[in-house]
């Protein structure tokens, strides 16, 4: 019941890992693109990170215009 309700929560993720990017969809999460290795690791601050997936999603046309 607890994985369950974690992919409720938690249903798109980003990784740089292909293995784990599979593993993740088998359980129905969203994984829309894998992350570059410069921000999966240690050192990658959230602002890098979120302006990624930010830069991501507006060339794909996925961010809704308010």
């Keep these: 019941m607890r994985r369950k309700k974690l992919s409720l929560w938690y ?13 993740e969809k088998i359980y129905n999460i969203e994984v829309p693109f894998l992350s570059p290795k410069h921000l999966s690791d240690d050192f990658a601050g959230i602002t890098m990170v979120v302006s990624h997936a930010l830069k991501w999603l507006k060339l794909e046309n996925r961010i809704l215009k308010s």
Excluded: G, Q, R
């Design 11 to 23: 249903s798109k993720i980003t990784t740089d890992d292909e293995e784990i990017s599979e593993i």
